[in-house]
Structures are given as C-alpha cells and as structure tokens.
C-alpha cells in the first residue's frame, strides 16, 4: 500500500459519527442534506494535501466520495489525486454497499480497483481494472460493507458513546475480509474550528479475518463528546513520523469544495499538473 494512500484511508477510517452535524456557522442534517467533510493532511507542522469526504443520501440510497490531493507546494516534489466512490442502498440496512470503486494516482503509481456485493449470496466480485486481470470472486460476511460505508452504517446505528465500548463490523477492502473494531478510550478537550469541545478519544482497528494477528492500528481519533461525533482529529505514527488529518470543514452536500478542477467527483483524474508555488495549474 502506497505511503501516501495509508495517510488517506486514515481519514476514511476515522470514524466519522454523527447524530446532526454543525459547522462552525451553519447547522445540518446529514441525512436530509447529505455531507462535506474537509481535512488539511499534516507532518509535522507542514501542509501535505487535504482529503475530503462526501455523502449524497436519499431514503433509497446514497453515493459517497472520498477525494485526496497533495498541496501545490509539494507537487514539485510527490504528486496525488486520489478518488474512492462508495454506492449503496438503505434497502435492507443503512448503508449497504453494493458498489465501491477506487482510482489511485500517485507520482507514477497507478490504481484502478472496483468491488462489486451480492449481499444475496453474501460475496464480492474483486476486479483490478489497471492490470486487467479476471474477475475474483469472494466470500464475504452477512452485512459486510466497504471501508466508507460502514463508518456511516455506525452512525446511523450508534447512540451516545460511553468510555470502554468497542463496536465491531464486518468489512471488505478490495479481495480482503476485515474486521472493523472501535474502542472508545475517553474524554479530553481540543481546541477546534468549533473552539474549545470536549472531545472523545477513539482507537480504530482493522483486524484481518484470516489472521487476527494481523492488525492495522496505528491511529487515533477524536470526536466531539456532544452526542454529534464529529473528527476533528486523526492522528497515525508511521515510520517517518507522525502524521494527522485536522477537520477544515464541515457541512452540508451542497456546500462548497476546496478540491482542484482535476479531480472531478466522477469522470477522468487529470494528473498534468504544471509545478507552482503558489497555485494549482493545469494544462489544458
């Protein structure tokens, strides 16, 4: 897995719950009016990129998009735009996926990796689009959801979080079977685009389900402790340091997006980016 692509799916791993989320002037209701989560990418005290995170819902089912992409001031140096696109319906649970598409484009490295659910037979069509391999087919639990899906699927199911409670879901990542496991550590205070909030600290892990001793968990997150659960921090330790995902922005579907104009919500990832100091600018 990319360097780059651990610091993005930290985001999306980050649980982000929420009864009705605010920003700092305006409030939503996610569910009626869909979501925009913004998050600044850093090391150390250096900008890296933003990722974002949208939801389109509708009582018959939603779309959600993650979108991540470096800081013009790195480009010279590390490119990305990354896109992951999650379809699903509400039909028989909240947020069950039945489509999850991912295209990765980092420097040189491409990626392009569709997921397809028949909750039906209870498995996965794994196809690696780049490489253009076969079809794999696979096995997968009752109720299993990509990595997007399920953090909205705990949202829509989750009450007031306690200090000790460990929810757990099953989840599929590309021809992997995962458990999605969340520990709730406790209570602090953090200084946000909120101000100050009382915020809970939360353990994410991915548990491998052929090799439970296999885990990804090296990261942290904070939530608001106001019953809307809102990330307002994600925290990974990583080799070559420490790196956080800082929420920018929060709102709803229809606010605005901070995403460059070559990295569109669908359609053709432009990665002709021209070097510059102080802006994006692409070639035509």
Not at 19 to 47: H, I, K
Not at 61 to 74: E, I, N, Q, S
Not at 262 to 269: D, E, Q, R, S
Request: hydrophobic share 35%.
């Amino acid at each position: 897995m990319r360097i780059f692509w651990v610091i993005f799916c930290v985001v999306w791993l980050g649980f982000v719950t929420t009864a009705q989320a605010t920003s700092p002037s305006n409030s939503y209701n996610w569910q009626e009016d869909g979501e925009r989560l913004t998050f600044d990418v850093r090391w150390s005290f250096m900008t890296l990129g933003s990722a974002e995170l949208l939801l389109e819902n509708n009582p018959d089912g939603y779309v959600l998009t993650g979108r991540a992409w470096t800081d013009p001031k790195v480009n010279s140096l590390y490119i990305l735009r990354d896109r992951i696109r999650s379809e699903g319906t509400h039909s028989d649970a909240p947020f069950l996926t039945s489509r999850f598409h991912a295209q990765l484009n980092e420097n040189n490295y491409r990626a392009d990796k569709l997921v397809l659910f028949d909750h039906v037979k209870k498995q996965t069509t794994y196809i690696n689009k780049h490489k253009n391999r076969p079809p794999q087919i696979h096995e997968a639990e009752a109720g299993a959801r990509d990595i997007l899906s399920v953090l909205y699927a705990l949202r829509a199911q989750t009450d007031k979080l306690k200090k000790g409670d460990v929810l757990t879901r099953p989840v599929t990542h590309y021809d992997n079977r995962y458990t999605y496991k969340m520990r709730v550590l406790g209570y602090e205070k953090m200084d946000t685009i909120f101000g100050e909030v009382d915020v809970i600290k939360i353990h994410p892990v991915l548990i491998k389900h052929d090799n439970p001793n296999r885990k990804k968990e090296r990261l942290k997150l904070w939530v608001t402790a106001d019953g809307r659960y809102i990330p307002v921090k994600i925290d990974i330790k990583l080799p070559l340091g420490s790196f956080e995902a800082v929420l920018r922005q929060a709102g709803p579907a229809s606010s605005s997006s901070v995403a460059p104009a070559a990295l569109p919500l669908t359609g053709k990832i432009d990665m002709r980016v021209k070097r510059s100091i102080n802006e994006d600018v692409y070639e035509n």
